[in-house]
């Protein structure tokens, strides 16, 4: 009678490293560990063997020092004599304002854009076309000049709402349009306005969990619970009870023409709108094909089966295909939305102070720290391009395929 017994077990011997298939990866992750290592070690020895790092030292006390220039665009208020510390937030204030408002705006247009791509309406579809290759294949930094030039000279200037007869005027009394920038009113905060805000964050989310509640119960029973106007309801009520409740207790502040400038209000200055319009055009070409790309992914049999189903095409698109296309659309548009906010560093081109404009541009002459200021650059931009992709990711993984 013969028994099965397993084979004996070969000893490691040190040529296996190389031949045997359950080493070989391992060992050259290792190789390029310790090259990659020995590499670092090289460039941080040259860096501290540096004739002029070894005269200077290495050190941020710089950033206490007194900055001694000004900032055009200020979130916060800021003057020469404070700190290159205050003025690296301020730039550091300058690129987030830009990189946020230049998503979320990319991300509308995109996703308009990129549906309309699909249109049966041939002329929406070619016009759609139209604009992604026009924007997408020239630079970005053309699309801001271009922008920055328009604004600069064809908006007027404010002497052109000064006398008896203006030659501009005010859209609503409020709102100034000049090659100066757009002076626009600035909310003044009394007492009751943070209960107010808290109401408009409240109704936030409770248009989040409505929604949310509506689409499970129509995937689960099927009943079509109104989305639109509950939305629109949930957004103002509250709010504006609240508001007019505690007795408005938040103001305006709308913008004078007094001697040859306007006063009051807030001045976005035409390099911020430059900016912000330019990488949102230019980023949500791309977005737009992302979506064009996510929805032509989905089988058209999806499509069919849902009018079969009595689906108008607009409830076909929200209900049916865009959360599948999802699952496409958001990878790439986690790569969008870093390309966009590091693409925010040509801020400088028109003279919108960002964080590296002051960080590592003037602070950086200012105060021969170069080594430093580049460090803390590469320091915020990992860490910002680092909260990007988590966020994003964490939505990836709601919308993905559960497996069983």
């Known amino acids: ?8 077990q070969e000893s490691f011997r040190l040529s296996m490293l190389l031949n045997d298939t359950r080493y070989r990866s391992y060992t050259f992750q290792f190789i390029a560990l310790i090259l990659i290592i020995a590499f670092f070690s090289w460039l941080i020895n040259n860096a501290i063997n540096n004739p002029t790092l070894q005269s200077n030292g290495v050190g941020f006390g710089f950033l206490w020092t007194s900055a001694g220039y000004d900032i055009n665009q200020q979130p916060i208020p800021f003057n020469s004599q404070d700190t290159h ?11 987030l304002i830009v990189a946020f408002l230049g998503c979320i705006t990319a991300t509308i247009l995109g996703v308009i854009a990129g549906v309309l791509r699909l249109s049966n309406n ?9 604009y992604v290759e026009a924007f997408r294949n020239v630079p970005v930094l053309i699309w801001i000049l271009i922008i920055f030039s328009i604004m600069t000279v064809s908006l007027p200037g404010p002497r052109a709402f000064r006398g008896d007869d203006p030659q ?35 109704s936030i989310a409770a248009i989040f969990f409505y929604r949310r509640y509506a689409t499970k ?8 619970l109104p989305v639109f106007w509950p939305s629109i309801a949930m957004f103002f009520v509250p709010t504006l009870l609240v508001f007019f409740v505690l007795g408005r207790p938040i103001g305006l502040e709308y913008p004078e023409l007094r001697g040859f400038n306007f006063q009051g209000g807030i001045q976005v200055r035409g390099s911020l709108i430059a900016l912000w319009l330019a990488l949102a055009i230019y980023t949500g070409a791309f977005i737009a094909e992302n979506v064009r790309a996510g929805i032509q992914a989905i089988s058209k049999g999806q ?15 929200n209900l049916v295909i865009l959360p599948q296309a999802l699952r496409v659309i958001i990878p790439p548009l986690i790569s969008q939305y870093l390309n966009l906010t590091k693409n925010s560093s040509l801020a400088i081109a028109v003279g919108y102070m960002d964080v590296t404009g002051t960080l590592g541009g003037i602070t950086l ?4 720290r170069a080594l430093e200021c580049i460090l803390l650059l590469m320091l915020f931009y990992l860490t910002i391009s680092l909260a ?13 395929l559960k497996e069983r």
């Open 1 to 8: 009678m013969t028994t099965l017994t397993d084979p004996p």
């Open 85 to 95: 510390l205050r003025a690296s937030v301020v730039g550091v204030m300058n690129t």
């Open 122 to 130: 041939w002329i929406v579809a070619r016009l759609m076309s139209i």
């Open 168 to 202: 501009s005027s005010m859209l609503f009394d409020a709102i100034a349009f000049t090659n100066r920038g757009v002076y626009v009113p600035k909310p003044l905060y009394e007492a009751g306005s943070l209960a107010v805000f808290i109401t408009f964050i409240l």
């Open 217 to 224: 119960l129509l995937y689960d029973t099927g009943r079509l």
């Open 303 to 317: 499509t069919e089966a849902a009018a079969s189903l009595g689906l108008r095409p607009n409830r076909i698109m």
């Open 365 to 368: 002459n200012q105060t021969g």
């Open 388 to 400: 990007i992709s988590g966020v994003m990711n964490v939505y990836n993984n709601s919308v993905k």
